[in-house]
């Protein structure tokens, strides 16, 4: 199982918004829609985001949404904060109760 | 709240086995609705799910398909732990290891990692 392809940065001034992408195949992202993604600060545990899509677990701004077009999911973050600078991963499901993480994508705030 | 602490060697050898365990607090190893997921993440991989195990009625481990010849992942219900072991490592497996837990969200009743620990750094030497 190949790890889902992120950009390895994007990056945004305060205010302005970022999309994240998240490629896989019809194996993973395109054939589940249960995808989620995960905010990490180096050093602190792995934050959990966005599940089955979009959704957004109690708690998490709603500037974070999800979306999810064929084979790609995407993370957009709107009205970027300093505090959004952080690695940003998705996951998916990819069959045979196997789950499948992205490559990772850091996020820095100009 | 659920808390997860990993503990175990920094450092094992190549060839040698990998072993750590997960200590669960605010949740049981053995609830019905919970899943103990082991996550690494390394420079070169990024994070990689490794498998998982859970209680349904009995017990059931999943696990990535290129780790699982491997790997074991068991419960200890008398601590509230949970285990992993990487067998014949080599410097490929240096990487920092996380427990998660696997927790059912939304109309899917998927399972996605909601809670995870610090994470503990184990370096294979060759």
């Known amino acids: 199982q190949s790890a889902l392809t992120q950009p390895r940065s994007v990056s945004g001034s305060p205010g302005q918004s970022v999309t994240i992408s998240c490629t896989g195949t019809?194996?993973?992202?395109?054939?589940?829609?249960?995808v989620s993604w995960y905010q990490h600060h180096p050093g602190k545990a792995p934050k959990f985001m966005i599940y089955?899509?979009?959704q957004r677990p109690s708690g998490v701004p709603d500037r974070f949404s999800g979306s999810k077009s064929g084979n790609t999911a995407s993370l957009t973050i709107s009205g970027l904060q300093a505090e959004d600078e952080a690695d940003y991963y998705c996951?998916?499901?990819?069959?045979?109760?196997?789950?499948?993480f992205g490559t990772g994508t850091k996020v820095t705030v100009l | 709240q659920v808390q997860l602490q990993q503990s175990g060697p920094g450092l094992v050898k190549s060839s040698q086995t990998l072993s750590l365990t997960c200590d669960i607090s605010?949740?049981?190893?053995?609830?019905?609705?919970?899943?103990w997921n082991w996550i690494r993440q390394s420079p070169s991989r990024g994070l990689e799910w490794l498998g998982r195990?859970?209680?349904?009625?009995?017990?059931?481990?999943d696990f990535a398909g290129s780790v699982s010849s491997r790997i074991s992942i068991n419960p200890d219900t008398s601590k509230n732990q949970v285990s992993l072991q990487v067998n014949s490592v080599t410097p490929e497996d240096t990487a920092v290891y996380y427990c998660?837990?696997?927790?059912?969200?939304?109309?899917?009743?998927?399972?996605?990692?909601?809670?995870w620990g610090l994470g503990i750094l184990v370096t294979v030497s060759s």
């Open positions: 195990t859970y209680y349904r009625s009995r017990w059931y481990t």
């Open positions: 996951c998916s499901y990819a069959g045979s109760y196997t789950e499948v």
């Open positions: 605010g949740d049981s190893v053995s609830s019905n609705s919970a899943a």
């Open positions: 998660a837990r696997g927790y059912s969200y939304g109309q899917s009743g998927r399972h996605y990692f909601d809670s």
């Open positions: 089955d899509v979009s």
């Open positions: 019809s194996s993973d992202v395109g054939g589940y829609d249960y």
